[in-house]
């Protein structure tokens, strides 16, 4: 029997958990990077095949850093009741604290959480423990999205649950002490995958692809491509009366899972950006995610960025493809995350034909260029995180992290690259060789 592709090559999981103390550090660590780089993926325990990638079981893996030093990296499952087989649907219905919570890990009012978009967060220690469930004093009564936004100008943490059951949407707004003052059910929402969103300084932006529910799909996803499912972009007023007053705008077919960013122009448009698959993109990667015959040779062989600009006054939305290059996991310095920025980060792919290589990507939105930090022959890079450097006065002053798989040596390595020229600064060896993953978050001192 063939391997399933993500248990495979950068995607193998490991099988156990370790500590390692004092790391080898190659050039020299800036001192303002004194916290903790944490990644979640999909790392099934031995022993186990999960139908889909999505359904392996959640792994953190962290590196703290300090002062120019690699004190630590740790791994650890996240202990979860499906961890240890409990099912997500039961006689009582689904059960929201049987999650893989193996998408996202963030920081929000001093709890660190790790998500997964069809259950409630988990709560982590600084050391990586888990705690258990999180559901904001019960005031959160749906799943959680992976992908909440952080307001960096009033620190509130924005996010949605969706469902393939009414009530489809429903959107939620936690202020910095992380309780959640505001929530309400999303008008004109449908069963369409909704796994991001975008924020701007005054709407809410979700975006409904072409990949709907599907109750015959069995791989434990149950979401497929259906050309009559109308794709969408619903722009949300926020506030307290926001839902009511959303605007759904028609789009051509395809899937966006990540978005890069949102904000609104000169004009008061809306302008949404982040990397989109067409349909024959969308089969290649779910055969992958499957394991399934006629996929590519990785899970984002046909992801491209794309930008739409929504008129409000006119209705019409202005779409357009941005780049040809296969990326994925947008990402860009969080202090613009609703604003209109200049540079984006992102991952590049091998084409379906396994053309190309892995790299870091970064984009110049003023001037359409794109620079290129190659990761070498067989190492794939991880999601880009950028981290400002002390006193940065533009906008890319500041590093990207990103954990490097490579197969070649059997190892992993943390990489630090200046954002503005992509060079690299340092190199922090790791233990093992980390599994490829999704997202993760750089986690300052002064949060934690």
């Not at 947008?330 to 604003?339: A, C, I, K, M, S």
């Not at 970064?362 to 999601?383: C, F, M, N, V, W």
């Amino acid at each position: 029997m063939t391997a399933k592709p993500y248990l495979t090559g950068h995607y193998a999981p490991v099988a156990d958990e370790l500590t390692a103390t004092d790391l080898t550090v190659e050039g020299t660590l800036p001192p303002e990077l004194t916290g903790c780089l944490i990644r979640n993926s999909h790392n099934p325990k031995p022993g186990v095949t999960p139908t889909h990638w999505f359904k392996g079981s959640g792994m953190v893996h962290g590196i703290r850093l300090r002062e120019g030093r690699a004190e630590w990296y740790r791994n650890r499952w996240v202990r979860t009741p499906a961890l240890d087989g409990a099912p997500y649907l039961t006689e009582h219905g689904p059960d929201l604290t049987a999650s893989t919570a193996g998408t996202h890990v963030i920081e929000h009012a001093g709890r660190l959480l790790a998500l997964c978009e069809a259950n409630f967060p988990f709560e982590l220690t600084p050391d990586l423990d888990t705690v258990g469930p999180h559901d904001f004093d019960g005031k959160l009564r749906s799943a959680m999205t992976a992908h909440p936004k952080s307001d960096p100008v009033t620190g509130e943490l924005h996010f949605f649950g969706s469902s393939p059951f009414p009530p489809y949407l429903v959107y939620y707004v936690a202020d910095a002490d992380g309780h959640i003052t505001h929530s309400a059910e999303v008008p004109g929402a449908g069963a369409a995958l909704k796994h991001d969103f975008a924020l701007t300084r005054h709407h809410v932006v979700f975006v409904e692809g072409t990949v709907t529910f599907d109750p015959t799909e069995h791989s434990g996803i149950p979401y497929s491509w259906q050309d009559g499912q109308p794709a969408r972009i619903g722009v949300m007023p926020r506030g307290a009366q926001g839902a009511a007053a959303i605007r759904w705008f028609p789009i051509e077919p395809g899937s966006m899972l990540h978005v890069a960013n949102a904000y609104e122009d000169a004009h008061g448009r809306i302008v949404l950006e982040g990397p989109t698959v067409d349909r024959e993109g969308f089969r290649l990667s779910w055969n992958w995610w499957v394991g399934a015959p006629g996929r590519g040779s990785e899970p984002n062989t046909r992801s491209h960025n794309r930008r739409w600009t929504i008129d409000l006054a006119t209705g019409r939305v202005d779409e357009r493809a941005v780049d040809d290059l296969a990326i994925e996991f947008p990402t860009l310095n969080e202090d613009f995350l609703g604003v209109e920025n200049r540079y984006q980060y992102a991952v590049s792919f091998p084409d379906r034909h396994g053309f190309g290589g892995y790299g870091v990507v970064k984009y110049d939105r003023a001037t359409g260029e794109r620079r290129i930090h190659q990761a070498g022959d067989a190492r794939l890079p991880s999601e880009a995180v950028f981290v400002p450097a002390a006193g940065a006065t533009r906008e890319d002053d500041g590093y990207l992290l990103t954990v490097v798989s490579d197969l070649k040596q059997d190892a992993s390595h943390l990489l630090v690259l200046d954002a503005a020229g992509l060079d690299t600064i340092a190199t922090v060896h790791l233990p093992r060789r980390v599994t490829a993953g999704i997202h993760g978050s750089w986690i300052p001192d002064t949060k934690a």
